[in-house]
């Protein structure tokens, strides 16, 4: 059982950065892993922001957040991070890391493994 830990959420004021981590518990992520950060604002569905694939670094990203976000991973630590650069009031969210073995980067079905979630608010 992984058990995912997410840190790095705030406030910021539009065109900030924030910098949210992902880290694994004891066991971490084998490289047929993928990891993704998933987000949800109040009365909005789940929706998928970014997912690295753990063996190739094949990175994914939802289009209203390419070129503003960077998702990366950390060897050998296996934590992976969420570089959130021009934030806008937007992406004001509660930001969850997720992992999965395979399957389509956007659908939270495809993730066995979800964190609790951190929050992102950014203000105009």
């Known amino acids: 059982q992984v058990q995912l830990t997410e840190s790095g959420g705030g406030s910021v004021q539009a065109g900030g950065s924030l910098r949210l981590s992902c880290a694994p518990s004891?066991?971490?992520?084998?490289?047929?892993?993928?990891v993704g950060w998933f987000r949800q604002a109040p009365g909005k569905e789940r929706e998928a922001v970014a997912t690295?694939?753990?063996?190739?670094?094949?990175?994914f990203y939802v289009d209203s957040v390419k070129g503003r976000f960077t998702i990366s991973q950390d060897h050998p630590e296996t934590a992976v991070f969420l570089q959130m650069n021009s934030l806008r009031p937007e992406d004001t969210a509660m930001y969850y890391c997720?992992?999965?073995?395979?399957?389509?980067?956007?659908?939270?079905?495809?993730?066995?493994?979800w964190g609790q979630g951190t929050q992102v608010t950014v203000s105009s």
């Open positions: 004891q066991y971490g992520f084998s490289n047929n892993y993928m």
């Open positions: 690295i694939l753990r063996g190739s670094g094949k990175t």
């Open positions: 997720a992992a999965g073995r395979g399957g389509t980067w956007s659908r939270a079905m495809f993730y066995d493994y």
